[in-house]
């Protein structure tokens, strides 16, 4: 028997967590997002807050950058906190554990932010930092194009 995917959250925190699909499902009403649809136009499923997230760790003071990393090795994305605070993980979709073919297991969203490849699919690893971490992302619109070109969404 395999053991469930989880979401680690780690870094400049007082309790790191692994979260798997059950213990997001169980998290208290006001850290959920019952309808991502409200809030990313375009996208479904449920979801969990990034700000419940950080408070269930402890982040601890100092942290000003979040690593948003997947659990493909190849890309990692690391932005100032600011910028993301009003970022969602989606974990569900018609009541069942968010597939690999729509990004899953877990899914970071950001609302509103200028640059789709904040939005991880797959995501396996949040950490807080107090600087910069690994950033993938490509740095110019014709390697963003190349990426996209193998890889669609």
Known sequence: ???PPQLELGGLCAKP??????????????AQVPDVSKVVPGRSGRAVKLAA??????????AQFLDVQSSD?????SVPI????DAIVVYELDGRPLSPWKGGPFRFLVPG???ECVNVKQLARLVLGAAR?????????AEH???HAKKPS
């Open 82 to 85: 600011a910028e993301v605070r």
């Open 53 to 62: 997230l950080r408070a269930l760790a402890g982040e601890r003071s100092g």
């Open 17 to 30: 967590l692994a979260l798997a699909y059950a213990d997001l499902a169980r998290l208290p009403a006001d």
């Open 73 to 77: 090795p190849a890309f990692a994305v």
């Open 1 to 3: 028997m395999t053991n």
């Open 113 to 115: 932010h200028a640059d």
């Open 133 to 141: 971490g690994r950033d993938t992302r490509p740095a110019d619109d």
């Open 145 to 147: 194009a190349k990426l």
